[in-house]
């Protein structure tokens, strides 16, 4: 296998470069090369440019030459920055009877809601869990998502959740997609625990971060702060010390009401996810610190509610990424493109913003740094769209699939031979 490889000519390629991280985004302002060519040097781009230029680099390096027939608009690998794809169990009666009607209390007083599935899941065996992980991700895999997030937080004990975290380890080591672990041990109380909230913090805390350190299970701590989960003075302890270890924070924030997007700002977290309850003091608070806002429309189709306030955050000049939330319970669809559209409609924003949202801005919501962008020295992970414009992309919101996936320079999904690798 050579080192170097070109890839064109390529209608459009959008590498996302000279964007900023934080504020609105107008489609004036993206840079378009057109007849372009990539040149990749093992997992990661070494040129992009126009194609013919492309070609004689290439060949002065004795590159491979795979040559595009047709129209191709080129994107960066798509990032989606919070999902639970570890679980088991469906929640589809949840599904029906929310629907019908019925509120979250009489649902879980029916057997359902977040407890149903930590208690399937807790029946499921580890390897159940990892082939599920696997299943999920080559299928997220196939629609562009080349980067995962993945969290525990139905497990909701020591061993239950390194049960998770270990699968989607090593689910990890069985997909071509980059899994990005994040420990939801502050998911909700657990029915079985013998305490208040702050006591299972505190015991899951003592017990379960140096085990996540030693084994390398994941970098990043979440929690769900609500008032049906955990309320800030809960949550304060958990992540300081979650912090002084030295593990990333993330804060499932404003869901059904406030409090934890400014735990997400005092806390210096990576990134507040959420946010359909944020008033215009959350906005702003958040659009002056470094913390990025992560909308998840896939919650708000599935419950029902209200988007993310995604115009009002990224005109206070906040940085806004999209995320799918794919779960068994609240947002089972699991499509992002799809779901970024529909927010880019409801919301008004541009296609620069709806793209930023799923690649470089959600890099930055893991704290990623060598993704989301096509430029020199970043992972050649990306999408070929057999179109002649990126428009026809969120156009068609999301029934326009990738015809190629790359990731770490290598195809690993090609829709005419319908196969992952």
Not at 95 to 104: D, E, H, I, L, P
Not at 258 to 269: K, L
Request: charged content about 20%; aromatic content about 6%.
């Amino acid at each position: 296998m050579k080192k170097y490889k070109v890839i064109g000519p390529i209608t459009q390629l959008l590498s996302m470069e000279n964007l900023a991280v934080k504020g609105p985004l107008k489609d004036e302002e993206l840079s378009v090369v057109e007849n372009a060519g990539i040149l990749i040097e093992n997992e990661k781009i070494h040129t992009i440019g126009q194609y013919s230029d492309i070609v004689k680099k290439g060949t002065a390096l004795d590159a491979e030459s795979i040559e595009l027939q047709g129209d191709h608009v080129c994107v960066p690998g798509f990032v989606d920055a919070h999902t639970h794809i570890c679980f088991s169990g469906s929640r589809a009666r949840d599904y029906a009877m929310r629907n019908a009607g019925k509120t979250y209390l009489e649902i879980a007083e029916a057997g359902g809601g977040i407890w149903d599935t930590v208690t399937q899941t807790r029946k499921a065996q580890q390897q159940e869990l990892t082939s599920g992980v696997i299943k999920r991700a080559n299928a997220l895999l196939k629609s562009g998502i080349t980067t995962i997030e993945v969290k525990s937080g139905y497990g909701l004990s020591v061993q239950e959740e390194l049960k998770m975290l270990r699968a989607i380890k090593k689910a990890n080591s069985n997909t071509a997609a980059d899994l990005i672990a994040t420990c939801l041990a502050g998911h909700m109380l657990p029915r079985d625990f013998e305490g208040d909230h702050k006591t299972y913090l505190e015991a899951i805390s003592n017990s379960l971060f140096p085990i996540l350190k030693e084994e390398n299970l994941t970098n990043r701590i979440d929690a769900f702060i609500e008032k049906s989960a955990f309320l800030p003075s809960d949550i304060y302890p958990y992540f300081k010390k979650a912090k002084a270890m030295g593990f990333d924070i993330t804060v499932h924030a404003d869901q059904f009401s406030t409090g934890g997007s400014e735990v997400a700002v005092e806390m210096n977290a990576i990134s507040a996810d959420h946010l359909e309850a944020s008033t215009e003091d959350e906005i702003e608070m958040l659009a002056k610190s470094n913390v990025i806002s992560v909308a998840l429309p896939g919650a708000s189709i599935g419950l029902g509610c209200n988007f993310t306030p995604a115009r009002k955050i990224l005109d206070a000049g906040g940085g806004l990424a999209i995320a799918s939330d794919w779960n068994p319970g609240s947002a089972p669809m699991g499509d992002l493109l799809t779901q970024a559209c529909i927010l880019g409609t409801f919301q008004k924003l541009s296609n620069t913003e709806v793209l930023a949202g799923i690649t470089f801005r959600a890099s930055a919501a893991l704290n990623l740094k060598d993704r989301g962008k096509l430029s020199p020295g970043m992972l050649a992970d990306f999408n070929l769209f057999q179109t002649d414009h990126f428009n026809e992309i969120f156009y068609h919101q999301g029934k326009l699939v990738p015809s190629q996936v790359w990731k770490r320079g290598k195809v690993v999904y090609n829709k005419h031979n319908n196969k992952n690798k």
